[in-house]
């Protein structure tokens, strides 16, 4: 697992596939914010 971090592997290695299910199905999806638009910076 080159890149991934620390945390990330350690609740991979000791949370159970069956509890991260529940957990996926019970916590609300992360919103998503709209990325780009505005306007440029005079320098670019």
């Keep these: 697992m080159i890149g991934t971090p620390p ?3 350690m609740v991979e290695r000791m ?3 069956e509890s991260w299910e529940l ?3 019970m916590a609300p ?3 998503t914010r709209p ?3 505005g ?3 005079h320098w670019d």
């Design 7 to 9: 945390l990330v592997v």
């Design 15 to 17: 949370v159970p596939d």
């Design 23 to 25: 957990f996926q199905r």
């Design 29 to 31: 999806p992360v919103p």
């Design 35 to 37: 990325q780009g638009g």
């Design 39 to 41: 306007r440029r910076r």
